[in-house]
Protein backbone atom coordinates (compact mmCIF):
# COMPACT_ATOMS: atom_id res chain seq x y z
CA UNK A 1 0.00 0.00 0.00
CA UNK A 2 1.15 3.53 -0.45
CA UNK A 3 3.00 5.28 2.70
CA UNK A 4 3.39 9.19 2.62
CA UNK A 5 5.42 10.17 4.67
CA UNK A 6 5.29 13.98 6.57
CA UNK A 7 8.71 15.35 7.79
CA UNK A 8 8.88 18.72 9.37
CA UNK A 9 10.38 21.69 10.62
CA UNK A 10 8.84 22.85 13.73
CA UNK A 11 6.53 24.94 13.02
CA UNK A 12 6.33 24.92 9.44
CA UNK A 13 2.98 23.45 9.00
CA UNK A 14 3.54 19.77 8.23
CA UNK A 15 0.84 18.63 10.73
CA UNK A 16 -1.53 20.79 8.31
CA UNK A 17 -0.73 19.38 4.99
CA UNK A 18 -0.36 15.68 6.21
CA UNK A 19 -3.91 16.17 7.78
CA UNK A 20 -5.44 17.91 4.44
CA UNK A 21 -3.35 15.81 2.20
CA UNK A 22 -4.55 12.62 3.70
CA UNK A 23 -8.34 13.42 3.39
CA UNK A 24 -8.08 14.56 0.31
CA UNK A 25 -6.74 10.95 -0.92
CA UNK A 26 -8.81 9.28 1.11
CA UNK A 27 -5.49 7.80 3.14
CA UNK A 28 -5.30 7.28 6.74
CA UNK A 29 -3.46 9.81 8.59
CA UNK A 30 -1.31 8.50 11.26
CA UNK A 31 -0.53 10.92 13.91
CA UNK A 32 0.25 11.03 18.04
CA UNK A 33 -3.63 10.15 18.75
CA UNK A 34 -3.78 7.05 15.99
CA UNK A 35 -0.64 5.66 17.19
CA UNK A 36 -1.64 6.27 21.22
CA UNK A 37 -4.85 4.25 20.02
CA UNK A 38 -3.17 1.57 18.39
CA UNK A 39 -0.69 0.90 20.61
CA UNK A 40 -2.94 0.72 23.16
CA UNK A 41 -5.12 -1.92 21.48
CA UNK A 42 -2.52 -3.99 21.06
CA UNK A 43 -1.62 -3.58 24.81
CA UNK A 44 1.22 -1.48 25.14
CA UNK A 45 0.70 0.10 28.80
CA UNK A 46 -0.63 3.75 27.71
CA UNK A 47 2.68 5.69 30.37
CA UNK A 48 4.81 4.47 27.33
CA UNK A 49 3.38 6.96 24.89
CA UNK A 50 5.52 9.56 26.01
CA UNK A 51 8.49 8.11 24.12
CA UNK A 52 6.38 9.36 21.24
CA UNK A 53 8.95 11.32 19.15
CA UNK A 54 10.93 12.07 21.89
CA UNK A 55 14.27 10.50 22.93
CA UNK A 56 15.47 12.12 26.37
CA UNK A 57 19.24 12.49 27.61
CA UNK A 58 20.37 10.18 30.21
CA UNK A 59 19.30 8.33 32.99
CA UNK A 60 15.69 7.88 31.18
CA UNK A 61 14.32 4.26 31.27
CA UNK A 62 15.88 3.05 27.66
CA UNK A 63 15.12 -0.54 27.81
CA UNK A 64 11.45 0.68 27.99
CA UNK A 65 11.98 3.64 25.47
CA UNK A 66 13.27 1.01 23.11
CA UNK A 67 10.49 -1.26 23.55
CA UNK A 68 8.59 1.16 22.77
CA UNK A 69 9.97 2.29 19.26
CA UNK A 70 10.44 -0.85 18.69
CA UNK A 71 6.56 -1.73 18.93
CA UNK A 72 6.14 1.37 16.93
CA UNK A 73 7.62 0.45 14.03
CA UNK A 74 6.03 -2.87 13.97
CA UNK A 75 2.86 -1.31 14.76
CA UNK A 76 3.41 0.95 11.65
CA UNK A 77 4.99 -1.48 9.48
CA UNK A 78 1.82 -3.78 10.01
CA UNK A 79 -0.14 -0.37 9.52
CA UNK A 80 1.25 0.21 6.05
CA UNK A 81 0.79 -3.75 5.01
CA UNK A 82 -3.37 -3.50 5.11
CA UNK A 83 -4.08 0.20 3.71
CA UNK A 84 -2.32 3.44 2.43
CA UNK A 85 -1.41 5.61 5.27
CA UNK A 86 0.16 9.51 5.75
CA UNK A 87 2.49 9.03 8.44
CA UNK A 88 3.58 12.50 10.36
CA UNK A 89 7.13 12.68 11.83
CA UNK A 90 8.48 9.41 13.74
CA UNK A 91 11.35 8.95 11.70
CA UNK A 92 9.31 7.64 8.39
CA UNK A 93 11.65 8.72 5.97
CA UNK A 94 13.82 6.03 7.32
CA UNK A 95 11.69 3.61 8.39
CA UNK A 96 10.21 3.23 4.90
CA UNK A 97 12.85 3.90 3.30
CA UNK A 98 12.92 0.81 1.13
CA UNK A 99 9.40 0.79 0.68
CA UNK A 100 8.14 0.08 -2.69
CA UNK A 101 5.33 2.42 -3.18
CA UNK A 102 7.00 5.15 -0.43
CA UNK A 103 6.65 8.82 -1.25
CA UNK A 104 8.72 11.23 1.00
CA UNK A 105 8.02 14.88 1.59
CA UNK A 106 9.76 17.53 3.93
CA UNK A 107 8.01 20.57 4.92
CA UNK A 108 10.27 23.14 6.38
CA UNK A 109 10.23 27.25 6.65
CA UNK A 110 12.70 29.59 7.65
CA UNK A 111 13.31 29.98 11.40
CA UNK A 112 12.06 33.34 11.43
CA UNK A 113 9.06 32.50 9.70
CA UNK A 114 8.28 29.67 11.93
CA UNK A 115 9.04 31.46 15.24
CA UNK A 116 6.48 34.02 14.00
CA UNK A 117 3.94 31.47 13.05
CA UNK A 118 4.57 29.69 16.38
CA UNK A 119 4.49 33.18 18.57
CA UNK A 120 1.18 33.25 16.76
CA UNK A 121 -0.25 30.01 16.84
CA UNK A 122 0.61 29.38 20.76
CA UNK A 123 0.34 32.60 21.91
CA UNK A 124 4.02 32.84 23.00
CA UNK A 125 6.53 36.01 23.20
CA UNK A 126 8.85 36.23 20.30
CA UNK A 127 11.44 34.81 22.27
CA UNK A 128 9.33 32.13 24.03
CA UNK A 129 8.12 30.95 20.88
CA UNK A 130 12.45 30.92 19.39
CA UNK A 131 13.18 28.82 22.48
CA UNK A 132 10.24 26.25 21.78
CA UNK A 133 10.80 26.00 18.18
CA UNK A 134 14.71 25.31 18.78
CA UNK A 135 13.66 22.78 21.97
CA UNK A 136 11.73 21.14 19.64
CA UNK A 137 13.86 20.73 16.78
CA UNK A 138 16.79 19.35 19.20
CA UNK A 139 14.49 16.89 20.72
CA UNK A 140 13.50 15.94 16.76
CA UNK A 141 16.89 15.52 15.84
CA UNK A 142 17.97 13.30 18.87
CA UNK A 143 14.93 10.85 18.04
CA UNK A 144 16.05 10.25 14.75
CA UNK A 145 19.85 9.60 15.41
CA UNK A 146 19.18 7.61 18.20
CA UNK A 147 16.16 5.68 16.62
CA UNK A 148 17.43 5.91 13.40
CA UNK A 149 21.59 6.54 13.57
CA UNK A 150 21.15 9.27 11.07
CA UNK A 151 21.07 12.35 10.90
CA UNK A 152 17.81 14.22 9.17
CA UNK A 153 19.75 16.83 7.22
CA UNK A 154 20.12 14.54 4.31
CA UNK A 155 17.98 15.68 1.52
CA UNK A 156 18.52 13.32 -0.72
CA UNK A 157 15.78 11.36 1.57
CA UNK A 158 12.84 13.18 0.76
CA UNK A 159 11.03 12.85 -2.98
CA UNK A 160 9.39 16.57 -2.08
CA UNK A 161 10.64 19.19 -0.10
CA UNK A 162 8.05 22.43 0.26
CA UNK A 163 8.58 25.56 1.54
CA UNK A 164 5.77 27.20 2.92
CA UNK A 165 7.28 30.06 3.60
CA UNK A 166 7.09 30.73 -0.28
CA UNK A 167 3.97 28.83 -1.18
CA UNK A 168 1.88 29.28 2.09
CA UNK A 169 0.46 26.46 3.67
CA UNK A 170 -2.38 25.64 1.20
CA UNK A 171 -0.44 26.08 -1.77
CA UNK A 172 2.24 23.31 -0.43
CA UNK A 173 -0.78 21.08 0.03
CA UNK A 174 -1.75 21.91 -3.60
CA UNK A 175 1.55 21.07 -4.60
CA UNK A 176 2.06 17.89 -2.81
CA UNK A 177 -1.10 16.57 -4.10
CA UNK A 178 0.48 17.50 -7.56
CA UNK A 179 3.48 15.96 -6.95
CA UNK A 180 1.85 12.63 -5.77
CA UNK A 181 -0.50 12.48 -8.43
CA UNK A 182 2.90 12.38 -10.84
CA UNK A 183 3.81 10.04 -8.38
CA UNK A 184 1.27 7.66 -8.60
CA UNK A 185 1.72 7.36 -12.76
CA UNK A 186 5.49 6.50 -11.93
CA UNK A 187 4.74 3.70 -9.69
CA UNK A 188 2.56 2.00 -11.96
CA UNK A 189 5.67 1.56 -14.34
CA UNK A 190 7.60 -1.41 -13.17
CA UNK A 191 11.27 0.39 -12.53
CA UNK A 192 13.90 -1.31 -10.54
CA UNK A 193 14.35 -0.55 -7.05
CA UNK A 194 17.52 1.58 -6.88
CA UNK A 195 20.48 0.35 -4.77
CA UNK A 196 20.47 2.44 -1.13
CA UNK A 197 22.81 1.87 1.16
CA UNK A 198 21.28 0.11 4.32
CA UNK A 199 20.84 2.05 7.35
CA UNK A 200 22.28 0.83 11.10
CA UNK A 201 19.56 -1.31 12.13
CA UNK A 202 20.73 -0.94 16.07
CA UNK A 203 18.24 -2.04 18.70
CA UNK A 204 20.30 -0.33 21.00
CA UNK A 205 19.89 3.31 22.07
CA UNK A 206 22.29 5.19 20.92
CA UNK A 207 23.79 3.59 17.63
CA UNK A 208 27.05 4.97 18.77
CA UNK A 209 30.16 2.78 20.49
CA UNK A 210 31.91 5.69 22.18
CA UNK A 211 31.23 9.27 23.22
CA UNK A 212 33.84 10.16 20.52
CA UNK A 213 31.20 8.83 17.61
CA UNK A 214 28.60 11.02 19.51
CA UNK A 215 30.38 14.44 19.62
CA UNK A 216 31.52 13.87 16.49
CA UNK A 217 28.02 13.12 15.13
CA UNK A 218 27.11 16.40 16.83
CA UNK A 219 29.92 18.42 14.97
CA UNK A 220 28.70 17.11 11.66
CA UNK A 221 24.87 17.91 12.51
CA UNK A 222 26.45 21.82 13.56
CA UNK A 223 28.30 22.35 10.20
CA UNK A 224 25.07 20.73 8.08
CA UNK A 225 27.28 18.07 7.09
CA UNK A 226 25.07 14.47 6.21
CA UNK A 227 26.30 11.16 7.83
CA UNK A 228 25.50 7.90 8.57
CA UNK A 229 26.56 5.98 11.19
CA UNK A 230 28.27 2.91 10.29
CA UNK A 231 26.48 1.96 6.61
CA UNK A 232 28.49 -0.27 5.31
CA UNK A 233 30.64 -3.42 6.34
CA UNK A 234 33.62 -4.53 4.30
CA UNK A 235 34.66 -7.63 3.77
CA UNK A 236 38.62 -8.17 4.15
CA UNK A 237 39.89 -12.01 4.73
CA UNK A 238 37.71 -15.28 4.10
CA UNK A 239 38.31 -18.40 4.99
CA UNK A 240 38.34 -21.26 2.19
CA UNK A 241 34.66 -21.70 2.29
CA UNK A 242 34.15 -17.97 1.67
CA UNK A 243 33.11 -16.65 5.18
CA UNK A 244 34.05 -13.42 5.95
CA UNK A 245 36.88 -13.81 8.58
CA UNK A 246 37.59 -10.29 8.61
CA UNK A 247 35.68 -7.04 7.87
CA UNK A 248 35.76 -3.21 8.81
CA UNK A 249 32.77 -1.37 9.46
CA UNK A 250 34.05 2.60 9.38
CA UNK A 251 32.32 4.79 11.28
CA UNK A 252 31.01 7.24 9.25
CA UNK A 253 29.79 7.80 6.01
CA UNK A 254 29.72 11.14 4.76
CA UNK A 255 27.68 10.63 1.06
CA UNK A 256 28.16 14.81 0.10
CA UNK A 257 31.57 13.83 0.39
CA UNK A 258 31.58 10.74 -0.65
CA UNK A 259 34.21 9.68 1.95
CA UNK A 260 34.25 6.72 4.66
CA UNK A 261 35.83 8.44 8.04
CA UNK A 262 37.03 6.12 11.35
CA UNK A 263 37.64 7.77 14.35
CA UNK A 264 39.96 6.37 17.26
CA UNK A 265 40.85 7.76 20.00
CA UNK A 266 43.35 5.25 20.61
CA UNK A 267 46.58 6.61 21.28
CA UNK A 268 49.17 6.59 18.30
CA UNK A 269 50.81 3.57 18.78
CA UNK A 270 47.86 1.43 19.40
CA UNK A 271 45.90 1.65 16.18
CA UNK A 272 48.50 -0.53 14.24
CA UNK A 273 45.21 -2.43 13.50
CA UNK A 274 43.05 0.17 12.32
CA UNK A 275 45.76 1.22 9.88
CA UNK A 276 46.35 -2.35 8.70
CA UNK A 277 42.54 -2.45 8.12
CA UNK A 278 42.65 0.69 6.24
CA UNK A 279 45.17 -0.49 4.02
CA UNK A 280 43.82 -3.70 3.45
CA UNK A 281 40.46 -2.13 2.11
CA UNK A 282 42.49 0.44 -0.11
CA UNK A 283 43.40 -2.53 -1.36
CA UNK A 284 40.50 -4.32 -2.17
CA UNK A 285 38.49 -1.18 -2.46
CA UNK A 286 40.64 1.05 -4.30
CA UNK A 287 37.14 3.18 -5.55
CA UNK A 288 36.32 3.69 -1.90
CA UNK A 289 38.02 6.90 0.09
CA UNK A 290 38.05 6.23 3.51
CA UNK A 291 39.97 8.30 5.88
CA UNK A 292 41.36 7.69 10.08
CA UNK A 293 40.56 10.77 12.52
CA UNK A 294 43.73 9.45 14.51
CA UNK A 295 43.48 10.44 18.27
CA UNK A 296 46.05 13.48 18.06
CA UNK A 297 43.27 14.63 15.20
CA UNK A 298 40.49 14.59 17.34
CA UNK A 299 42.67 15.90 20.06
CA UNK A 300 42.95 19.38 17.86
CA UNK A 301 39.50 19.23 17.06
CA UNK A 302 38.30 19.54 20.66
CA UNK A 303 41.51 22.38 21.29
CA UNK A 304 40.24 24.17 18.14
CA UNK A 305 36.19 24.26 19.44
CA UNK A 306 37.82 24.92 23.08
CA UNK A 307 36.26 21.57 24.24
CA UNK A 308 39.28 20.33 25.88
CA UNK A 309 40.89 20.81 29.52
CA UNK A 310 42.49 23.80 29.47
CA UNK B 1 46.67 21.36 30.10
CA UNK B 2 50.46 22.20 30.62
CA UNK B 3 51.90 22.97 27.35
CA UNK B 4 55.35 24.65 26.15
CA UNK B 5 55.57 26.63 22.69
CA UNK B 6 58.00 26.18 19.78
CA UNK B 7 59.13 28.24 17.24
CA UNK B 8 57.99 26.97 13.83
CA UNK B 9 57.33 30.26 11.39
CA UNK B 10 59.38 32.95 12.35
CA UNK B 11 58.26 36.82 11.96
CA UNK B 12 60.13 37.07 8.76
CA UNK B 13 59.37 33.86 6.81
CA UNK B 14 55.28 34.90 7.53
CA UNK B 15 56.00 38.06 6.10
CA UNK B 16 57.85 36.77 3.34
CA UNK B 17 55.34 34.50 2.25
CA UNK B 18 52.52 36.95 2.20
CA UNK B 19 54.62 38.96 -0.03
CA UNK B 20 54.33 36.29 -2.37
CA UNK B 21 50.34 35.36 -1.96
CA UNK B 22 50.49 39.25 -2.00
CA UNK B 23 52.08 39.12 -5.71
CA UNK B 24 50.12 35.96 -7.03
CA UNK B 25 46.82 37.66 -6.26
CA UNK B 26 47.36 40.63 -7.60
CA UNK B 27 48.40 39.27 -10.67
CA UNK B 28 45.83 36.76 -11.14
CA UNK B 29 42.87 39.41 -10.09
CA UNK B 30 44.51 42.52 -12.32
CA UNK B 31 41.47 44.74 -14.29
CA UNK B 32 38.88 43.24 -11.49
CA UNK B 33 36.43 43.71 -8.80
CA UNK B 34 38.04 42.11 -5.78
CA UNK B 35 36.32 41.71 -2.43
CA UNK B 36 38.57 40.33 0.47
CA UNK B 37 36.03 38.58 2.93
CA UNK B 38 38.29 38.04 6.35
CA UNK B 39 37.41 35.48 8.10
CA UNK B 40 36.56 36.68 11.81
CA UNK B 41 38.53 36.27 14.08
CA UNK B 42 41.60 34.90 13.68
CA UNK B 43 42.72 35.63 10.52
CA UNK B 44 42.27 39.21 10.73
CA UNK B 45 46.09 39.25 11.42
CA UNK B 46 46.51 37.56 8.08
CA UNK B 47 43.86 39.78 5.69
CA UNK B 48 45.52 43.19 7.60
CA UNK B 49 49.25 42.04 6.22
CA UNK B 50 47.94 40.68 3.19
CA UNK B 51 45.81 43.30 1.69
CA UNK B 52 49.27 45.59 2.52
CA UNK B 53 50.97 43.70 -0.17
CA UNK B 54 48.14 44.02 -2.43
CA UNK B 55 48.99 46.37 -5.68
CA UNK B 56 45.35 46.10 -6.92
CA UNK B 57 41.75 47.82 -5.53
CA UNK B 58 40.01 45.81 -3.53
CA UNK B 59 37.22 46.12 -1.10
CA UNK B 60 37.57 44.56 2.48
CA UNK B 61 35.16 42.96 4.35
CA UNK B 62 34.69 41.10 7.85
CA UNK B 63 32.34 37.76 7.97
CA UNK B 64 31.52 35.82 11.35
CA UNK B 65 30.26 32.43 11.71
CA UNK B 66 29.64 30.94 15.00
CA UNK B 67 31.81 28.14 16.11
CA UNK B 68 30.81 24.76 17.60
CA UNK B 69 30.74 24.40 21.13
CA UNK B 70 30.38 27.97 21.87
CA UNK B 71 27.80 28.58 24.70
CA UNK B 72 25.95 30.97 22.75
CA UNK B 73 25.24 29.21 19.97
CA UNK B 74 20.83 29.07 20.33
CA UNK B 75 20.43 26.23 18.04
CA UNK B 76 22.98 23.82 17.26
CA UNK B 77 23.71 24.72 13.94
CA UNK B 78 26.29 26.56 12.53
CA UNK B 79 25.07 30.25 11.82
CA UNK B 80 26.45 33.63 10.34
CA UNK B 81 27.44 35.42 13.24
CA UNK B 82 29.01 38.97 11.62
CA UNK B 83 27.36 39.11 8.18
CA UNK B 84 29.09 41.00 4.87
CA UNK B 85 28.32 44.74 4.98
CA UNK B 86 29.26 44.17 0.84
CA UNK B 87 26.98 42.76 -1.68
CA UNK B 88 29.30 40.04 -3.51
CA UNK B 89 27.04 39.49 -6.22
CA UNK B 90 29.00 39.58 -9.73
CA UNK B 91 32.17 40.19 -7.70
CA UNK B 92 35.70 38.39 -7.41
CA UNK B 93 35.53 36.95 -3.79
CA UNK B 94 38.45 35.37 -2.05
CA UNK B 95 37.84 34.09 1.34
CA UNK B 96 40.66 34.64 3.56
CA UNK B 97 41.60 32.60 6.05
CA UNK B 98 44.12 31.79 8.69
CA UNK B 99 43.68 28.21 8.70
CA UNK B 100 42.45 25.29 6.99
CA UNK B 101 42.48 22.17 8.80
CA UNK B 102 39.21 19.78 9.38
CA UNK B 103 37.64 22.40 6.22
CA UNK B 104 33.75 21.97 8.08
CA UNK B 105 33.72 25.90 8.47
CA UNK B 106 35.22 26.73 5.44
CA UNK B 107 32.49 24.66 3.75
CA UNK B 108 29.72 25.97 5.65
CA UNK B 109 31.14 29.02 4.36
CA UNK B 110 31.87 28.37 0.46
CA UNK B 111 28.51 27.03 0.52
CA UNK B 112 27.10 30.52 1.72
CA UNK B 113 28.60 32.81 0.07
CA UNK B 114 28.25 30.56 -3.23
CA UNK B 115 24.28 31.52 -3.04
CA UNK B 116 24.82 34.69 -3.39
CA UNK B 117 26.29 34.28 -6.79
CA UNK B 118 29.91 35.78 -6.81
CA UNK B 119 31.36 36.36 -10.23
CA UNK B 120 34.20 33.66 -8.52
CA UNK B 121 35.06 32.44 -5.31
CA UNK B 122 38.22 31.54 -3.84
CA UNK B 123 39.99 30.72 -1.02
CA UNK B 124 43.40 32.06 0.48
CA UNK B 125 44.67 30.54 3.87
CA UNK B 126 47.80 31.20 5.47
CA UNK B 127 48.71 27.64 6.65
CA UNK B 128 47.09 24.55 5.39
CA UNK B 129 46.75 21.31 7.00
CA UNK B 130 45.47 18.33 4.28
CA UNK B 131 46.17 15.65 7.18
CA UNK B 132 43.61 17.14 9.60
CA UNK B 133 40.98 17.19 6.20
CA UNK B 134 37.27 15.78 6.74
CA UNK B 135 35.75 17.41 4.20
CA UNK B 136 37.04 18.62 0.83
CA UNK B 137 37.95 22.05 0.22
CA UNK B 138 39.67 24.03 -2.14
CA UNK B 139 42.53 26.35 -0.79
CA UNK B 140 43.37 28.40 -4.22
CA UNK B 141 46.11 30.24 -2.40
CA UNK B 142 48.19 28.21 0.21
CA UNK B 143 51.36 30.13 2.27
CA UNK B 144 52.52 26.94 4.06
CA UNK B 145 51.47 23.34 4.61
CA UNK B 146 51.69 22.13 7.90
CA UNK B 147 51.92 18.76 9.30
CA UNK B 148 49.34 17.62 11.57
CA UNK B 149 50.18 20.31 14.36
CA UNK B 150 48.49 22.51 16.91
CA UNK B 151 49.59 25.46 15.51
CA UNK B 152 49.14 29.14 17.35
CA UNK B 153 49.99 33.10 16.96
CA UNK B 154 49.36 35.13 14.37
CA UNK B 155 45.75 35.45 15.02
CA UNK B 156 45.71 31.81 15.91
CA UNK B 157 44.71 31.09 19.33
CA UNK B 158 44.74 28.17 22.01
CA UNK B 159 41.66 29.32 24.42
CA UNK B 160 42.14 32.80 23.38
CA UNK B 161 45.74 32.91 24.11
CA UNK B 162 49.01 33.46 21.61
CA UNK B 163 46.61 35.12 18.92
CA UNK B 164 49.07 38.05 19.16
CA UNK B 165 52.29 36.61 19.04
CA UNK B 166 54.52 38.06 15.72
CA UNK B 167 55.58 34.36 15.01
CA UNK B 168 53.61 31.21 14.50
CA UNK B 169 54.05 28.26 17.25
CA UNK B 170 53.23 24.79 17.77
CA UNK B 171 51.39 23.84 20.97
CA UNK B 172 53.51 21.12 22.56
CA UNK B 173 51.06 19.02 25.23
CA UNK B 174 53.43 18.34 28.50
CA UNK B 175 53.22 15.29 31.17
CA UNK B 176 51.09 16.75 34.16
Known amino acids: ?310 | MKHRLERLLSQEEIQAEIARLGQDISRDYAGKELVLVCVLRGSVYFAVDLSRRLSIPFILDFIGISSYGQETDPLGIVRITKDLDVHIAGREVLIVEDIVDTGLSLNYLLRNLKTRHPAGLRVCSLLNVPARRIVTVPVDYQGFELPNVYAVGYGLDYHERYRNLLEIAVLIEEPQ
Request: proline share 5%.
Open chain 1, 1 to 310: MTVITVSRQFGAGGELLARTVAEELGFLLVDRKLIAAGLAELGLPPQLVRFDETAPKAEQPEKKRRFYVTALHEYLMNLAASRSIVLLGRGGQFLFRDHADAFHIFVQAPLTQRVEWVSQIYGLEEKAAARLVREQEQRKRRYIRRAFGHSRVDMALYDLILNTAKLTPQGAVKTALFALSRFSERARQPVAPAAVPGIRESGKDSPFMHESETEFARVLDFYNIPWQYEPRTFPLQWDSEGHVTEAFTPDFYLPDQNIYVELTTQRQKLVWKKNRKMRRLKELYPEVNAKIVYGKDYSSLLKKFGLDKE
